[in-house]
T-cell receptor
Framework: NAGVTQTPKFQVLKTGQSMTLQCAQD?????MSWYRQDPGMGLRLIHY???????DQGEVPNGYNVSRSTTEDFPLRLLSAAPSQTSVYFC?????????????FGPGTRLTVT | AQSVAQPEDQVNVAEGNPLTVKCTYS??????LFWYVQYPNRGLQFLLK??????LVKGSYGFEAEFNKSQTSFHLKKPSALVSDSALYFC?????????FGAGTTVTVRA
């Protein structure tokens, strides 16, 4: 199993540009989520999905869109990039909707918005 | 609000000495608590979790954590630290089906 994969690893955008961060998992996990990691702030939840066709907002959803057309894929779209979105983005997945399952994280995408 | 706090930004220990990384929680009801580790330029890796039962939980790489309900704490411990344990450690709590993470503690183990 490849686990959770993310592309690209690094990206530089200009303010106002849009892009999609890709996330895929091959563990048949129902639950997937996107986090951003900023120094001194831990990980903050952006959006999550409890299954194909179902998504919901997390703590910091503004400026981001998600969709979940398949169990495997959960892309994150930046609609109009802003410098405040400079961060490291992690995708994660877990089995089931119960909060007692551990999450598996991808390697991250480091995004810089100039 | 349900959350966890990691009171120390950094922990420095010598190799071979005991390592403790502190975490306190604030939740209503029974907490589900987790520890994750992040090595440089990598994603987070699961170390251990407390759901119910024994207050002492054993996890990966020789780590363990003690759940203390009266002190609302879930400190991560390792009896003898290695240089390779140098990393960023996160405590997290279920709230209610997602995870809320602490700010992280950077552990440096010197040879």
């Amino acid at each position: 199993n490849a686990g959770v994969t993310q592309t690209p690893k690094f990206q530089v955008l200009k303010t106002g540009q849009s892009m999609t961060l890709q996330c895929a998992q091959d563990m048949n996990h129902e639950y997937m989520s996107w986090y951003r990691q900023d120094p001194g702030m831990g990980l903050r939840l952006i959006h999550y999905s409890v299954g194909a066709g179902i998504t919901d907002q997390g703590e910091v959803p503004n400026g981001y869109n998600v969709s979940r057309s398949t169990t495997e894929d959960f892309p994150l779209r930046l609609l109009s990039a802003a410098p405040s979105q400079t961060s490291v983005y992690f995708c994660a997945s877990r089995s089931g909707q119960g909060g007692y399952y551990e999450q598996y994280f991808g390697p991250g995408t480091r995004l810089t918005v100039t | 609000a349900q959350s966890v706090a990691q009171p120390e930004d950094q922990v420095n220990v010598a190799e071979g000495n005991p390592l403790t990384v502190k975490c306190t929680y604030s939740v209503s009801g029974n907490p589900y608590l987790f520890w994750y580790v992040q090595y440089p330029n990598r994603g987070l890796q699961f170390l251990l979790k407390y759901i119910t039962g024994d207050n002492l939980v054993k996890g990966s790489y020789g780590f363990e954590a003690e759940f203390n309900k009266s002190q609302t704490s879930f400190h991560l411990k390792k009896p003898s630290a290695l240089v390779s344990d140098s990393a960023l450690y996160f405590c997290a709590v279920r709230v209610p089906t997602q995870l809320s993470f602490g700010a992280g503690t950077t552990v440096t183990v010197r040879a």
